[in-house]
């Protein structure tokens, strides 16, 4: 299945609910491909997001928020006629981390987008790292409906009826989801590990992406990091400008003739400390965008997991088949050629009855066909797998380097909104210095 | 040298007593200069043979601030060249001061001699004592106080330089300070000349009186203060407050770019280390560090702009305001004798005559130092305004060019990026 690549045109999300400030947002966070895929039929949104209290599992009383979903079906015959109104249901982030892990497990060779951070990282200290802090809502409200837009527009994904369920029923979705069965499918923690230690011939590319995921997900860290410090060293030299207009304002009234110029000159500091709120919120989409790459490069890494699994299985089976072919060489030939307790016990304890060895022959054959038949499968599985896994990756790249150029971009041309803005403040300022 | 009696206000011309001699009236000239400043330093000189009236006094000693004229400018004073010495005892910088001048006082029309900061000290203290009520512009500090700055640092030496030489030039251009003789001394003696010169002048008897007297008048206090050097004293104070103020500001914004300059440095090296791992992304973030090195560069461009420029010029007038609470109580001091003296006659039955010449000497004294802090004042509050007002426009064209400098960085990446698919994306988002 190949991802359509074809067209890199923006989606384009019709709510006119949102402010142009938000709309901004859902265009400069989904790059998305149009193809194939449900999003060419369907207006998905994250419209609003909610506070609600209710009893949880252990009936105890907690807050949560959920966001109303919206969609719409998109019908090209009704173009400019006044759309119906859209479907919406409710839902938390815990059901969204549901269907995550549902993708997750059923398409293990996706590299399956991730979803907004559950709590506050990499904040720099103005801002709050309280989960109920409406401006943390409303970017995780930004970073859902762009989980929800690129699984809407994944060319596998897209097809998937738990996924539309989510989108469309709102009562009963999660038993449905249980009824799958997926979690009973998911690889345990414990088994991932071990193949990745012990698989012997991993395809090199994905051993190259799981290098290349650690080293993303590293640097994206730092840049992270050192942009939050950055970003609380710029708040503080903006502020403390805002000292300068208190203290001219109070100098004006001792001055005569300087007291005007000094006055309004206070007002632009005022403005020019203020300033640095918007300049900085601004910012926190570039590191929202970047923070995505970073929960993709786990996604990225858990495709390169299952591969090992996929291959440390097939070598399994097979060495199970070499061995069990050997056994029977063993069997057949009566000679011991390699240790086994079983040839040791009857050396101690008598050589078995040619009854006795047939029977063993005969069970060593069928375990050698179904060892057989195991392996072409595995081997069948692990093919597809790498198959379709190193086309979801091609794709992730493509989007990546699509994507973080973009950011790169908008992080450039936020710089000049930035440098425009106190081009022109320190030019008022000037002007009013000139009338002291 | 013109003698004579003087005349009444109005008139240019006046002529002058001999007891004033040395003293020039420059037709020519919209404002009168005056030389030979040390007969006005103490009663004792303003003798009874002199025929003025207060009234005429007020003329002869009026500013006229509109007219000084640029062009009028005589001597030319600069300081630069800091030179280390090392005796057994000490080491110390010296500078070199250089003068020129058409001034018919010099012998000369080109000097340039080597002082030390105790030189400068010696001088601003003479003119403080010549002219009590006079605003001499301060001097650097003598110490600096902050922390490990080590005196002989780079930094410290240019800020020092750039006071002294703006102390210097002040004072050339004051219209009776710089017809001092102890600043023809400072800026064309030779080390020894000055150095016997100093020696010279009031002995320290004399001195001490003086000083007695000072703190025998602060500590009795001024009864009746005139209402507008009240007004000027409540301004010293406020302005005193906002400068101060102005200057902590200041020094904070300094320090909070240095602080967010050292965070800003550790981006670009992330990118390029990030586009190690990239292929189609190398060149973008190959760019992206370029352009916050750049803007890394510009910061730290601006930030010393503004230790240099704004900063010492804010902390100037800091000083400024100490000078100017000193000329007040010295002012009230004179006040203050001439009131305790003028309340011990009252009291007095005897000996009443030569006490009532002694309380006019007094009154006259204290005439003529209303006067010249009065027009002084207006002078320094000019200077001050055109001072304060260039060096927040200059901060201001610093910032902008800063600005500037940086947006020319980020456009030329945007440049570099653009691909027809990126069109649509023009970074035309003026923020209204």
Redesign the interface.
């Known amino acids: 299945m190949m991802a359509d690549t074809g067209s890199?045109e923006i989606a384009v999300i019709g709510n006119t609910d949102l402010t142009p400030s938000e709309l901004e947002n859902n265009i400069k966070n989904t790059m998305v491909e149009k193809g194939a895929t449900l999003l060419k039929r369907m207006e998905i949104n994250v419209a609003e997001a909610e506070k609600r209290t209710g009893k949880n599992a252990v009936s105890m009383q907690e807050t949560y928020t959920v966001y109303l979903i919206e969609t719409r079906a998109v019908d090209p015959s009704s173009e400019g006629a006044n759309p119906a109104p859209p479907d919406s249901l409710w839902r938390r982030y815990s059901e969204f981390e549901l269907l995550r892990n549902y993708l997750l497990v059923t398409y293990s060779f996706v590299v399956v987008p991730p979803l907004p951070e559950k709590r506050a990282e990499f904040v720099w200290h103005k801002l709050s790292a309280d989960n109920m802090d409406p401006d943390f809502v409303e970017r995780r409200r930004v970073g859902l409906e762009n989980f929800l837009l690129r699984v809407a527009s994944h060319p596998v994904l897209s097809n998937d009826k738990i996924f539309y369920s989510f989108l469309t029923q709102e009562q009963g979705w999660k038993e449905v989801v249980f009824e799958t069965g997926f979690q009973a499918k998911s690889d345990s923690r414990l088994k991932a590990l071990n193949a990745t230690f012990r698989v012997k011939n991993p395809d090199k590319r994905f051993a190259e992406m799981k290098h290349?995921g650690d080293?993303?997900q590293s640097?994206?860290s730092?840049?992270l990091r050192?942009?939050a410090?950055?970003a609380?060293?710029?708040y503080?030299?903006y502020k403390?400008?805002g000292?300068?207009g208190r203290?001219f304002s109070?100098?004006s009234a001792?001055e005569r003739?300087?007291g005007d110029?000094l006055q309004s000159?206070g007002h632009h500091m005022d403005a020019y400390a203020a300033s640095v709120d918007?300049i900085l919120e601004e910012e926190e989409h570039y590191a929202d965008q970047l923070k995505e790459y970073l929960f993709y490069t786990e996604a990225l890494r858990a495709v390169c997991r299952k591969h090992e699994l996929c291959q440390f299985e097939l070598e399994m089976a097979a060495q199970d088949l070499t061995s069990k072919k050997q056994q029977r060489e063993e069997l057949a030939t009566g000679t011991v050629r390699t240790f086994s307790l079983k040839g040791m016990t009857s050396k101690l304890f008598g050589q078995e009855t040619p009854e006795q060895r047939e029977a063993k022959i005969k069970t060593l054959e069928s375990q050698i066909e179904e060892g057989e038949e195991m392996v072409k499968d595995k081997n069948a599985e692990s093919e597809e797998f790498v198959k379709n896994a190193w086309v979801d990756i091609e794709r992730f790249r493509e989007q990546k380097?699509r994507d973080?150029?973009?950011a790169?971009?908008?992080?450039?041309?936020m710089?000049?909104?930035m440098?425009?803005?106190?081009?022109q403040v320190?030019?008022n300022?000037?002007e009013c210095?000139?009338k002291? | 040298m013109m003698s004579g009696t003087v005349v009444d206000s109005g008139s240019p011309t006046a002529a002058v007593p001999d007891e004033l001699s040395g003293q020039i009236l420059d037709e020519d000239e919209d404002f009168e200069v005056f030389c030979k400043d040390s007969t006005f330093t103490d009663g004792g000189s303003l003798n009874a043979s002199m025929q003025t009236s207060p009234g005429s006094m007020v003329n002869q000693y009026k500013f006229e601030e509109e007219e000084e004229q640029p062009d009028t400018k005589d001597i030319f004073v600069t300081v630069d060249n800091p030179e280390s010495h090392v005796t057994a005892i000490e080491t110390f910088i010296t500078y070199r001061v250089l003068t020129k001048t058409t001034r018919s006082e010099f012998d000369s029309s080109e000097y340039e001699v080597r002082r030390r900061y105790q030189d400068f000290f010696w001088l601003k203290s003479k003119l403080e004592e010549a002219h009590p009520t006079l605003i001499v512009h301060p001097l650097p500090e003598k110490f600096v106080m902050k922390g490990m700055v080590e005196r002989f640092n780079n930094d410290f030496i240019e800020t020092r330089k750039r006071a002294l030489h703006k102390f210097l030039n002040r004072i050339a251009e004051h219209p009776i300070l710089s017809c001092s003789e102890d600043f023809k001394i400072f800026l064309t003696a030779q080390a020894w000349e000055l150095a016997s010169h100093k020696k010279q002048g009031p002995g320290l008897l004399s001195r001490m009186g003086d000083t007695v007297r000072a703190v025998a008048a602060s500590v009795r206090g001024v009864r009746n203060r005139p209402e507008e050097f009240n007004a000027i004293q409540d301004y010293v104070e406020s302005f005193s407050q906002k400068m101060t103020s102005l200057d902590k500001i200041t020094q904070r914004i300094i320090r909070e770019k240095k602080e967010y300059l050292e965070e800003l440095r550790e981006c670009g090296p992330t990118y390029t280390l990030w586009s190690g791992s990239e292929e189609e992304l190398v060149e973008p973030l190959k760019q992206m560090a370029g352009c916050l090195d750049r803007c890394c560069r510009e910061t730290e461009e601006q930030v010393q702009q503004l230790g240099n420029n704004l900063l010492p010029i804010l902390h100037e007038y800091v000083l400024c305001t100490e000078t100017l609470k000193a000329v007040l109580r010295r002012r009230d001091n004179i006040q203050a004798e001439f009131e305790a003296k003028n309340e011990a006659l009252a009291t007095k039955r005897t000996d009443t005559e030569a006490m009532k010449e002694e309380i006019d000497k007094l009154e006259d004294k204290l005439e003529f130092a209303n006067n010249t802090l009065k027009g002084d004042w207006g002078r320094w509050k000019k200077s001050m305004r055109a001072d304060l007002r260039a060096a927040f426009i200059n901060t201001a064209e610093k910032n902008v060019e800063h600005y500037e400098k940086c947006l020319a960085v980020w456009e030329s990446f945007l440049l570099s990026q653009r691909t027809e698919a990126n069109e649509g994306d023009d970074g035309d988002r003026d923020d209204s």
């Open positions: 890199e290349y080293e993303l640097v994206i730092q840049l050192v942009r410090r950055v609380d060293r710029l503080g030299v403390v400008h000292n300068y203290v109070e100098w001792i003739e300087m110029g000159a918007d380097d973080l150029k973009e790169l971009i908008s992080y450039a041309i710089q000049i909104s440098c425009k803005k106190g081009i320190w030019s300022a000037k210095f000139s002291m």
